[in-house]
């Protein structure tokens, strides 16, 4: 089979979208899939991967990038399309919705995230609209969450449905010679602190402001806490980070928390498995409540990370409050610091959390992602 994988970033573009492609074109391609990533200019210098073969010939997704798509379909002789589709990460814009009409062959579309803000100005209706119109007229959808699945069914008129998980994209891989405590001295930290960490970009859906707020409240009762934020303030694709990531400033700088906080910046993969496994534990206070379609909480199972998170919107059975992780209530700074000290005061429990994290990590392996979207694929095109 040859399939094409349609996304607006690509490494070394920084953003979830692509780096989920990059893990899943070559789950695809270890299962004998020739696998091809039709993707932005702005990934050009994207890094040798084995059994990609990554095209960065977009300039701006515009209808016209959409007959470039149809065209090199037709030149690579592709069997069919599947779009990542994240509304920012194809400029927020219009045309990308209409790529099944116009590719000339079955397109699969991946929706990473249906709770879109913004795709284009006073679009009103239009924007549900726009998303409803884009899952209707795809051969096949794959939602990677389970409340967006039931919304797409809702809406109805989708010809073929499944709900696909997304993995970790970041592997339990530090550097060699990797060392726990020395890891945790380069970075300043106390071995009677705990670590908080907090991993990904400061966009708002994150409730990166609620974690301030909640450090605030540590520092004021003088907890022996750190907090590290791991990895870039914004993507490249959504500009709203930019002003949320000025909003988090302000907060840090209100409180006075700098001496608080360490900042890696955008750092390597293995850099962030090394400061996962640094972390006493990675706090994520989701504001739409925890879901299996975030990345960044997969990155934290896979490495077996003691989590802090909200509760998720829909019933996940599989998460388990003081067994696999700890739940508090979305938007609550005052839940965050009571689950912060039970932690702080509880080293077994960290580590009970720790393990059933890892456990249940084990549902989300790369190879079982590909082998199910293979399986899709397949049963789209098989006469």
């Not at 000339?104 to 929706?111: D, N, R, S």
């Not at 009677?192 to 907090?198: I, N, R, V």
């Not at 998170?309 to 409050?321: K, N, S």
């Not at 005061?345 to 890892?358: E, T, W």
Request: net charge positive; hydrophobic share 45%; glycine share 10%.
């Amino acid at each position: 089979m040859r399939a094409g994988l349609v996304t607006g970033e690509f490494p070394p573009m920084h953003g979830g979208v692509g780096d989920f492609t990059c893990q899943l074109g070559q789950a695809l391609a270890a299962r004998g899939v020739e696998v091809h990533v039709l993707t932005s200019r702005r990934a050009m210098g994207s890094p040798d991967l084995a059994g990609l073969a990554v095209h960065p010939v977009i300039e701006r997704w515009s209808f016209l990038s959409l007959l470039h798509v149809r065209g090199f379909a037709r030149w690579l002789k592709l069997d069919l399309l599947n779009l990542q589709y994240q509304a920012a990460a194809y400029g927020l814009s219009a045309p990308i919705h209409f790529l099944p009409r116009l590719a000339g062959l079955p397109v699969v579309v991946t929706f990473h995230d249906l709770r879109i803000p913004y795709l284009f100005p006073k679009a009103g209706r239009l924007r549900p609209a726009a998303v409803t119109h884009l899952a209707r007229s795809a051969a096949g959808v794959i939602a990677t969450d389970g409340a967006d699945a039931e919304e797409l069914r809702r809406r109805g008129g989708i010809a073929h449905l499944v709900q696909i998980p997304i993995g970790s994209n970041i592997a339990a891989r530090p550097p060699d010679g990797y060392d726990r405590e020395a890891w945790r001295a380069r970075l300043g930290v106390r071995p009677d602190e705990l670590l908080l960490a907090y991993f990904g970009f400061l966009n708002e859906s994150k409730g990166g402001d609620t974690l301030i707020s909640a450090l605030g409240i540590l520092d004021d009762r003088k907890a022996p806490v750190r907090l590290l934020l791991i990895g870039g303030p914004t993507g490249a694709s959504d500009a709203s980070n930019a002003a949320f990531q000025a909003q988090i400033e302000r907060q840090i700088k209100r409180y006075d928390l700098e001496r608080r906080i360490i900042r890696t910046g955008f750092v390597e993969a293995e850099q962030v498995s090394g400061h996962l496994l640094a972390s006493d534990v990675v706090v994520l206070p989701y504001r739409d409540g925890v879901s299996y379609r975030r990345g960044s909480l997969q990155a934290a199972l896979a490495h077996g990370c003691a989590v802090i998170t909200t509760e998720p919107a829909e019933r996940l059975p599989e998460l388990r409050d003081g067994d696999n992780i700890r739940l508090v209530p979305p938007e609550s700074a005052s839940a965050l610091v009571l689950a912060i000290t039970e932690l702080m005061q509880a080293p077994a429990l960290r580590a009970r959390l720790g393990q059933g994290a890892r456990e249940l990590a084990s549902n989300f392996s790369w190879d079982t992602i590909a082998a199910r979207t293979l399986g899709f694929y397949q049963s789209l095109i098989t006469p």
